[in-house]
């Protein structure tokens, strides 16, 4: 079954302390890996897609990467405006399935 | 232009009322999809249009749920005799075509409560 796990469930950090959020995926052949942000009370937005295992993508003080079993968003020296729930979702390649396969986030403080 | 909106924002339904969610896609994009987002719960994706058809219908949790999408545009999703466990956030999102590269845009959502 597909499934997507992300860790942790939350995370507090220090302005500027560093740090990686983990997402964790089975999948039957992977067409796509996505990256979004939610903050509270709105939808997701979108930030990364990853297509194959090594692929590396960046914005700003995020960067994502990508291997066959998991992806890392890492974020590097982030601000308080980084603070939001940070979503993974997998889409599996298979005829014409564009379902997305969701983890349930991780959601990030960042304290000034 | 406008991103998606969805309407009504939120919704409050006695237990075996019908009700439609209505979505409005960015004007362009081809694809729609409808998700589900329960409190604590990940998205749950119920259905995917491209055009006024729907190739992925698997994700409607039963047949009291269906969902229509006329002139490439608006959807509605309707949920028949609603029950308890319908409550959820209801979120569309639209992309400029069905491919895996085309970033799926998010509306503000629905919120349902059935009492």
């Known amino acids: 079954e597909d499934q997507v796990t992300q860790s942790p469930e939350a995370l507090r950090l220090q302005e500027g302390e560093s740090s990686s959020l983990n997402c964790s995926y089975t999948?039957?052949?992977?067409?796509?890996l996505f990256w979004y942000r939610q903050d509270p009370g709105k939808g997701p937005e979108f930030l990364f897609t990853?297509?194959?295992?090594?692929e590396e993508k960046e914005k700003e003080r995020l960067k994502a990467t990508l291997t066959k079993k998991e992806s890392f968003l890492h974020i590097t020296a982030p601000k308080p405006e980084d603070s939001a729930t940070y979503l993974c979702?997998?889409?599996?390649?298979?005829?014409?399935?564009?379902?997305?396969?969701w983890g349930l986030g991780t959601s990030l403080a960042v304290n000034p | 232009g406008a991103g998606v909106s969805q309407s009504p924002s939120n919704k409050v339904t006695e237990k075996g009322k019908d009700v439609e969610l209505r979505c409005d896609p960015i004007?362009?994009?081809?694809?729609l999809y409808w998700y589900r987002q329960s409190l604590g719960q990940g998205l749950e994706f119920l259905i995917y249009?491209?055009?006024?058809?729907?190739?992925?219908k698997s994700g409607l949790p039963s047949d009291r749920f269906s969902a229509e999408r006329t002139g490439g545009s608006v959807s509605t999703l309707t949920i028949q005799r609603t029950e308890q466990r319908d409550s959820a956030m209801y979120r569309c999102?639209?992309?400029?075509?069905?491919?895996?590269?085309?970033?799926?845009?998010f509306g503000p959502g629905t919120r349902l409560l059935v009492l």
């Open positions: 999102a639209s992309s400029l075509g069905p491919e895996v590269y085309e970033t799926q845009y």
């Open positions: 004007s362009g994009h081809t694809a």
């Open positions: 249009f491209q055009g006024n058809s729907a190739p992925d």
């Open positions: 999948v039957s052949g992977l067409r796509g």
């Open positions: 990853l297509y194959s295992a090594g």
């Open positions: 979702a997998v889409q599996a390649n298979a005829g014409n399935n564009r379902k997305l396969i």
